[in-house]
């Protein structure tokens, strides 16, 4: 796609993580967590907007003034790039695009281990969750790594088949994977295909584990009944603030889906085993917390 050329200069750097288009005059990277101003790649608001459209175009996306807020997903020889943007107008006084890339590299526990984002006893208790196939949760806030953990939790097993479900390709998994992708409806509102939809399905590929890049609505629901029927070592990561909030938040998802307050919990306690959680601190991503989930019934 040659309107990611605009963007070369920037991800020539291997450091640049996400980023960052706040006008046509002010542009900026995050290396190691902290984010630095560069020389601005548009001479104006009308050169930025334009590319922003051709960009969502070139992917079969949308951004017009009736739909001046997207997102789309493009793989580049710099690693997948997840490119959110607003156009100008009533949602903005300027057109803004907002860029994370998603390393080509898969990292490994040995590698994280190395830069200090897990120590010994998490390796070792991480590697003990996959082998007896227990299901578990990565929680963390954006940004915090949980895409990263999970990948590289699930290299440790790559010769098992793996269904993975994501909103975009993102984990990339080596081995015996299966990656299976939502679709967003078209111009006519119509040809959506969910989570719930693909969960479904997976349910039917002969699965070794299944995986939800992150779950946040009816899929959660389906997930932890087919784990309340006999299948094991899932994983999905969950927006939370802390392992303490995992359950709540889990509830409340529940909860939306119509389920009670009772039925959660006893879903959530047969279901889920530990949850895990990633934080970025000092500009560096770290599992700060493992614990086992105990749900009183």
């Given at each position: ?80 790039l997840r490119i959110h ?77 793996i269904v993975t479900l ?88 529940l909860n939306f889906a ?40």
């Amino acid at each position: 796609m040659h309107e990611i050329e605009k963007l070369k200069p920037l991800l020539a750097d291997e450091r640049v993580t996400d980023i960052l288009i706040t006008s046509s005059s002010k542009t900026q990277v995050e290396i190691s967590g902290r984010l630095t101003e560069v020389e601005p790649l548009f001479e104006n608001e009308s050169q930025l907007r334009s590319w922003a459209q051709a960009v969502f175009s070139s992917c079969g996306g949308r951004l017009d003034f009736s739909q001046p807020l997207g997102e789309v997903s493009v793989p580049t020889d710099f690693g997948l790039l997840r490119i959110h943007a607003v156009l100008a107008g009533e949602c903005s006084f300027d057109t803004q695009v907002s860029i994370r890339r998603h390393s080509l590299r898969s990292l490994s526990l040995q590698e994280l281990l190395a830069t200090n984002s897990i120590n010994l006893n998490q390796l070792q208790l991480m590697q003990s969750i996959l082998l007896n196939k227990e299901n578990f949760v990565i929680v963390g806030g954006t940004g915090a790594g949980k895409t990263t953990l999970l990948r590289a939790m699930l290299n440790e097993v790559s010769s098992e088949r793996i269904v993975t479900l994501e909103d975009n390709f993102e984990l990339a998994l080596s081995g015996n994977a299966v990656a299976l992708k939502i679709r967003e409806r078209n111009h006519e509102g119509v040809g959506s295909i969910t989570l719930t939809t693909l969960l479904r399905n997976a349910l039917r590929m002969r699965p070794d584990r299944i995986v939800i890049g992150e779950a946040r609505g009816e899929e959660l629901l389906l997930l932890l009944q087919s784990l309340n029927t006999g299948h094991t070592g899932a994983g999905f990561s969950l927006h939370a603030n802390s392992y303490k909030d995992a359950y709540l938040r889990m509830v409340g998802i529940l909860n939306f889906a119509g389920v009670s307050n009772n039925l959660a919990k006893a879903l959530i306690a047969n279901s889920i085993h530990w949850v895990i959680e990633v934080s970025r601190q000092d500009g560096l991503r770290r599992v700060v917390a493992i614990e086992r989930l105990n749900v009183e019934l």
